[in-house]
Structure formats: structure tokens, C-alpha cells
């Protein structure tokens, strides 16, 4: 066979076509490459390189996203035949709505706890007051993450001059630190049990395949994806696919209050 043609088969390889084989072989390399991101940013905070710091942990949870979707496919689910979903694999933005849905999760699940050691009518009243608006606020910084991500590293030329890498505050980090946290623990509940070189887990995996494929099948959960995907595009956000999601909601609630 001639260098071209092995060229040719060689670029044909991408996420969307491996094997469900290859899948459950290479995700945990690639859960590996997330986790060593992940420790690389807590080393240059330790530095005060706060900016750098940022940047890697997002990245981590781009990485630990693709696992996840490499993962369940080579459970024999079928995320990567959604229509779109090689987005998730080649588009920063695009990836930016699911690590919000899994910080949401786990912020979701914590709420009934911290209710739970608040005394009082008033105490509840004031947490759920504040946790209101912490939400709206992590939502507003999802939604910009595309724009931190950039600025995080990247210098620039403008009309008005040299634009130097954003700035990151220790304050900043710590806020940031502590939604990227949640997201990471997120995403290792559900790797580490799927990864088959792990036996201890294997009863909880094969456990929670059953379920998710439950899940997957009564709340339509390709189907919903594909239409989500299908309306990003339409709206035309193409580099804030969050704020998209955002505006269609606001519409759709706009409409049913009419």
C-alpha cells in the first residue's frame, strides 16, 4: 500500500468513527490526559498563575467530557450518531452547555442537604435566596466561558493597542475553582465506575448502564439532543451556544405566559 493511501485511511480515524472497542480503550487515556491537566492547575496556582491555572482546568473538563461520550459508547449507547455531536468534539463553545447541565446536577443534589442542616423558616428562606442568585451567576459565567477561555492566555492587537491576557484574581480563581470542582466530580462519579480495567466496580457499572439506558429510552434523551442541536443552528450562535439556550428558553417562556 502506497504512503498516500495510508495517509488517507490515517485521517479517516476521528472520535466519531472509532469502535465501541476502541472507545473503551482509549477513554481512559484521554480521562488520564484530564486528570493530569487538572493537577497541572492546581500546581501553577500554587504559583499565583491564576490565569494559566483557569485555563487548564476548563480544558480538563473538555477532556473529561470526551471520555464520558466515548465511555457510554462503548457501553453500547449512541451519542455519537446524533446528528451534531462531532461538534463536541472539534468546537470549544459547543461543549460549554453539558459542563453547566452537570454543575446544575450536583448543585441540585447538594440543595437538599444544606435545607436540611438550616434551622428555621427564615435561614431556609435566606439559602434558597442565595443559592437563586448563585445560580443565575454561574449561568451568566458558563454562558461566557467561550470569551474567558480565550482571553485567559491569548495576547492580541487591537486599534487601541496591545490587548494582554485576561486577569485572574486569587478571588476570581476561587469562584472559578469551586464550579470547575463541581463539574470534575461530576464527571469522575460516572468515568471511574465505566472504565472495565476498574473490577471493583463492576456490579455499579453494570447496574448503571441499566439505568442510564433506562433513562435514555422513557425521557428521549437522543431525540432531545438532536432537537437542541438542531435549534442552536438555526438561532446561529455559533460561537456561544449557552446564551443560545438561554435566549430559546426565555422565548418559549415568553410565549406560554402570552
Not at 494559566?52 to 480538563?60: G, H, K, P, R, Y
Not at 490587548?163 to 486569587?170: D, G, K, S, V
Not at 476570581?172 to 471511574?192: G, M, Q
Request: aromatic share 12%.
Amino acid at each position: 500500500m502506497s504512503n498516500s493511501n495510508k495517509n488517507n485511511q490515517i485521517s479517516k480515524k476521528s472520535f466519531i468513527t472509532l469502535s465501541r472497542k476502541e472507545c473503551l480503550e482509549i477513554f481512559p487515556q484521554i480521562y488520564l490526559n484530564a486528570e493530569a491537566k487538572w493537577k497541572s492547575a492546581l500546581l501553577l496556582s500554587r504559583n499565583e498563575d491564576f490565569s494559566s491555572s483557569n485555563f487548564l482546568m476548563v480544558t480538563a473538563l473538555e477532556e473529561y467530557l470526551k471520555a464520558l461520550i466515548l465511555s457510554l459508547d462503548g457501553n453500547n449507547f449512541k451519542f455519537r450518531e446524533i446528528k451534531g455531536i462531532k461538534g463536541m468534539f472539534e468546537n470549544h463553545s459547543l461543549r460549554y452547555p453539558v459542563l453547566y447541565l452537570f454543575h446544575f446536577m450536583v448543585s441540585s443534589l447538594e440543595l437538599p442537604t444544606l435545607m436540611r442542616k438550616e434551622k428555621g423558616a427564615i435561614r431556609k428562606g435566606v439559602l434558597l435566596f442565595r443559592k437563586f442568585f448563585t445560580a443565575n451567576s454561574n449561568l451568566s459565567w458558563y454562558a461566557n466561558l467561550h470569551k474567558l477561555r480565550e482571553d485567559l492566555l491569548y495576547s492580541n492587537i487591537k486599534d487601541e493597542g496591545v490587548i494582554l491576557p485576561h486577569f485572574i484574581t486569587q478571588q476570581d480563581f476561587k469562584r472559578n475553582y469551586e464550579n470547575c470542582k463541581k463539574v470534575r466530580y461530576a464527571f469522575r462519579s460516572i468515568l471511574l465506575p465505566l472504565n472495565p480495567d476498574y473490577h471493583k466496580f463492576e456490579s455499579e457499572r453494570i447496574k448503571f448502564i441499566e439505568v442510564l439506558k433506562t433513562m435514555t429510552t422513557e425521557f428521549g434523551l437522543y431525540d432531545s439532543l438532536n432537537e437542541q442541536i438542531i435549534e442552536i443552528r438555526k438561532k446561529g450562535y455559533n460561537s456561544n451556544h449557552l446564551q443560545t439556550m438561554i435566549d430559546l428558553f426565555n422565548e418559549s417562556r415568553s410565549q406560554t405566559s402570552i
